[in-house]
């Protein structure tokens, strides 16, 4: 069973669409985090939910909005693609205990066009 | 602001060499690190974590880290690198007191046969 599931795995769209990357943790895991990896590897945090409130939301334009239903989900919509969203989009989960590391899901790789 | 620093973005050695891959980061608090790994086309996995205790953690394949916490320094090595081991390494840091997994630019490793 995987632990941290992401769909599509791949996705290319045109600039100017609305899409939306869904994220579920079968591990109950408390926090939920999205990372974007662009093209040299660098992995960047977007946001980190705890037990479905929003607790980090970095630099991130205000086209991109999490939602997080319950626990076991954090999905990612996306407004209005530009071509600079083109990057792979990881979510990651977490408990919330000492010591504990985050798993990652298969990620998603976006492609702009 | 936490932030996370990895050095010697590319390296490149030979089957059986060693290697050291260094990790900094600039956070005062109460941290837990950890060394990921990520194989081409592949999510990232946990190498080790290091929490508490004994500052020399062991992990899979081969691995160890050292947490030196009067540098801020958590470096990876492993004493005889593998083709296998051609991936990207990249350290990352809890901060324990909002969660936020911030993670260094990465290491990409390629061992030649």
């Known amino acids: 069973d995987t632990a941290v599931s992401q769909t599509p795995k791949y996705l290319v769209t045109q600039m100017g669409n609305d899409k939306s990357i869904k994220c579920e943790q079968n591990l109950g895991h408390d926090t939920m985090y999205w990372y974007k990896q662009d093209s040299k590897k660098f992995l960047k945090i977007m946001f980190s939910?705890?037990?479905?409130?929003?607790?980090i939301n970095e630099t991130v334009p205000n086209r991109f909005s999490p939602k997080s239903p319950d626990k076991a989900h954090l999905n990612l919509h996306i407004n209005s693609l530009e071509l600079g969203d083109s990057a792979v989009y990881f979510c990651a989960s977490s408990q919330d205990t000492v010591g504990t590391e985050a798993f990652f899901g298969q990620g998603t790789r976006l492609t702009v066009v | 602001a936490q932030s996370v620093s990895q050095h010697n973005h590319h390296v490149i050695l030979s089957e059986a060499a060693s290697l050291e891959l260094g990790c900094n980061y600039s956070?005062?608090?109460?941290?837990?690190l950890f060394w990921y790994v990520q194989y081409p086309g592949q999510h990232l996995q946990l190498l080790l974590k290091?929490?508490?205790?004994?500052?020399l953690v062991k992990g899979i394949k081969g691995f160890e880290a050292e947490f030196i916490k009067s540098k801020f320094s958590f470096n990876l090595r492993k004493p005889s690198v593998q083709w296998s081991d051609t991936a990207e390494y990249f350290c990352?840091?809890?901060?324990?007191?909002?969660?936020?997994?911030?993670f260094g630019k990465g290491n990409q490793v390629v061992v030649i046969p």
């Open positions: 939910y705890n037990n479905k409130e929003l607790i």
């Open positions: 990352a840091v809890k901060n324990r007191g909002n969660n936020r997994l911030a």
């Open positions: 290091y929490f508490s205790g004994d500052p």
């Open positions: 956070y005062g608090g109460t941290v837990n």
